[in-house]
């Protein structure tokens, strides 16, 4: 009996009842964080998994941070920038490594831009057209000034359009998370950027089914109501994505 009861509990999870619009086929995307290589790979794995599925509208989420601790993180952005420009249905979140990279970029600041070079900003400044000499010859007040010279405008830009959450059927897709008990609509942008433990020790049930990144997990983490599939990409060579159709999910993974 108790099992019985048990198994209904489980079956009646908010992640196994979610679904997104019927003729709608959606692919969210983790931490990518530099991995230009492990990007393409996925992206054809969803190129051949969306047509092995049949037609559908297909849409394309990124989930934030791009960029930082992987060697490519530009040209990660130049591939995202090529989705966009082919017209592919394609969105992007604004992750915590987005902001801290937008700012370092613009701000002249030696204490944001060493902000940024300890969280994983180094092989994002190498991606660019400099040096490693070069690079290692320049203080923290120079190295603010160089950036505003190295990154290409177009790539701010870019980055500038990223959203904050994005809300599909019974999900809501973020970069870190929500702050349980807050509506989705009240939601803080650095909550959404920055959250970790006040949102992945929450195990009530919440508004919307969460699929986030940030948190890294040796494999996808499904509870509750929220999905993690930031696995690490960038040091474990796995980068996931989930794919969503009516009320079924799966996933992809390099």
């Known amino acids: 009996m108790l099992g019985r009861l048990f198994k ?32 393409h790979e996925l992206l054809l794995k969803i190129e051949d998994d969306s047509l092995a599925r049949g037609a559908a509208d297909t849409h394309i989420i990124f989930l934030g941070d ?4 992987g060697p490519d993180s530009a040209g990660v952005i130049e591939t995202a920038m090529a989705l966009r420009a082919a017209g592919r249905k394609v969105r992007f979140l604004m992750g915590n490594h987005e902001e801290v990279f937008l700012r370092a970029c613009r701000k002249n600041d030696a204490k944001i831009t060493r902000f940024f070079i300890r969280i994983g900003g180094e092989a994002t400044v190498l991606s660019y057209p400099i040096t490693r000499a070069e690079y290692m010859a320049l203080d923290m007040h120079e ?19 990223f959203e904050d959450k994005i809300v599909i059927g019974d999900y ?18 650095s909550d959404l950027r920055w959250i970790r433990e006040e949102f992945v020790e929450h195990r009530g ?4 089914v969460v699929i986030y990144g940030h948190t890294i997990y040796d494999k996808v983490e499904e509870r509750g109501s929220r999905i ?3 696995t690490g990409a960038y ?4 980068l996931t994505a989930i794919g ?11």
Not at 172 to 189: D, T
Not at 205 to 208: A, R
């Open 8 to 39: 209904k509990a489980a079956a009646a999870r908010p992640i196994d009842t979610a679904r997104v619009p019927d003729g709608m086929r959606v692919y969210a995307i983790g931490d990518v964080h530099g991995r230009a290589d492990l990007l």
């Open 66 to 69: 791009l960029m930082d601790r």
């Open 143 to 161: 190295l603010s000034e160089r950036l505003r010279t190295l990154v290409p405008q177009s790539h701010l830009e870019f980055i500038d359009s």
């Open 172 to 189: 809501a897709f973020v970069h870190a998370g929500i702050r349980p008990g807050v509506p989705l609509a009240e939601q803080k942008p």
């Open 205 to 208: 049930d919440l508004e919307k």
């Open 228 to 230: 993690g599939i930031d």
């Open 235 to 238: 040091a474990s060579a796995e």
């Open 244 to 254: 969503l159709e009516g009320g079924e999910r799966w996933y992809l993974q390099t």
